[in-house]
């Protein structure tokens, strides 16, 4: 420390020569734009032409060696499988976006059309009343996981580990472990199974649950990329510090987005009665595997912040692919699960690639 | 010096955590239009200070005063509303989010109209102009572009986005909480200057800094921190950055009337 510092000089000694310095502000030397930090770049900015690729490529691959496969009936049936578990997916990645994740949502999605199915054919509730109170009850359960996240301070896997079970136990106990008969919904509330009905136009059959996964895709994509709650979502899973100093409130917004993720997966049990045809306490409990092998392979991380929902929707249907195609190709089951598999940790590697890239 | 009414002022900080006293009775004023620097040795307790103020940080004890009335912040959005800008030392950037959606976080601008209100639209191109137009004051933003994320930039350019971010929309005092202790040397300069010009547009600084020859170019006072509390403020025109040092870490003990200053 120097002592004969004289107070308020203009300028430090050190920093005389600046006026002669260079004053181009940081012009980026071309010289790295090797084709691998070309395309690093590239997916990074565009992270959903992944899986948008290996669609395509695996669409053309199975059309190629597996016989009946590019045709409309095998896609639309493709679709139609992938229904649920899309659904599902778009919920789950609203929770992988926060860093978190949700292994409740199957059990919600069983629980809540147990619930629309009772009302409406047990109690003879009408379907809309039925419905609704099926959707609140989704809701509810989504932000009774928030709550213990973001209150209790507990991790998102074990609280929606914990309530896995609660809910699994809850729609047991509700549905006294019966199934309620399609003929039954069929009779008193038709409703109940309206997205299993078909648009047919040129041998495509469509279900409007096909549909519905679409639209929600859409609108999850407008919240999370158009409004302020997408983005506080984002930076929650980027970097809840950074998040709650930008003065985000991140108990709130986390609450909101568990709710949000119930009341969807709610919805996904009015599709998959619908896509059943009835409604059974047991069916869709690989729906909380799947929606996350779906979300991982559409190239949202699992550490939070980065991903879409355009590219979890894209992942359920390249799993669809897969399986239809190899069972198609004549492959084993145990085949059909070996390539999901190898497509998860495919997944995750590149995931982990690009945010080296970044550091 | 008692006449002019400080903008914000803290009578009597406490905070604990477990044993570790961080600040124990802290007093602090800042006064309309200057520069105030805090400085202190590692663990003297400048940062729970700079959070109080900033409301990062809930303090036990004590009163926070803006404008002579009381405030009590619980949380950071209340001190950003109350017009209190923060650069955090860690700068509380979202890395993978873009620079205009970085500037917003916490505060975007939505569409007008039925897209707002409704649908609650963000304006994106609005914010965008809006960004890019303060980065190009401070000289920053003649690099790429406006929509490329937080981590894709290096260190001396994320300060920069930072502070740009508190100069936009700190309307009553901004604090800096070591603004130029990741840049380099042209960097700094041009940080320095960025705090003069916002000096010169009547907001009043906090300052926090390691960096002697910086904090005596720039503070109208120097408060100066130990133990977790103010120990004395200095004139920089009137004391060396020696009796600074020594100040703060106790070498030698300040003239008591130093205490009014």
Partial sequence: MSTQTEPKKPLNEFEAGLDKADKAVASFAQDDKTLTHVLRKFLRDYPTTIPALVLIVSILFFGAFANNFMTPGTLSLVLKQVTVTGIVAVAQTLIILTAGIDLSVGAILVLSSIIMGKLSVDFGLPPFLAISIGLFFGGLMGWFNGILVTVIKLPPF??????????TALKLWYSASQSIRGSDIRETAPSLLFFGERISFGGFQITYGVVALLVLAGLVYYMLNHTAWGRHVMAIGDDPDAAMLSGIRINRTLVSVYAFAGLICAFGG???????????????DDVNLQSITAVVIGGTSLFGGRGSVIGSVLGAIIVGVFTTGLSLGGVDDYWQQFAAGCLVLVAVALDQWLRRATK | MTNVQPILS???????????????????????????????????????????????????HGQIFLEGKEVHFKRPDDARNAGIETVYQNLALSPALSIADNMFLGREWRKPGVMGKVFRKMDHAR????????????????????????????????????????????????ILDEPTAALGVKESRRVLELIQDVRSRGIPIILISHNMPHVFELADRIHVHRLGQRLCVIDPKKHTMSDAVAYMTGAKEPDTELELA
């Fill in chain 1, 270 to 284: 009015w599709a998959a009665a619908g896509r059943v045809g009835s409604i059974s306490p047991i069916g869709f």
């Fill in chain 2, 10 to 60: 803290a009578r009597g900080l406490m905070k604990r955590y477990g044993q570790v006293v961080a600040m124990n009775g802290a007093d602090f004023d800042l006064y309309p239009g200057e520069i105030t620097a805090v400085i202190g040795d590692n663990g003297a307790g400048k940062s729970t200070l700079i959070k109080a103020l900033s409301g990062a940080v809930v303090p036990d």
């Fill in chain 2, 127 to 174: 914010m965008q102009d809006f960004a890019r137009d303060k980065l190009n004051d401070l000289g920053l933003m003649t690099i790429q572009n406006i929509n490329q994320a937080v981590e894709t930039l290096s260190g001396g350019q994320r300060q920069g986005v930072a502070v740009a971010r508190a100069a936009a929309f700190g309307s009553k005092v901004i």
């Fill in chain 1, 158 to 167: 074990i609280v929606t580990l914990g309530t896995l079970s609660i809910f």
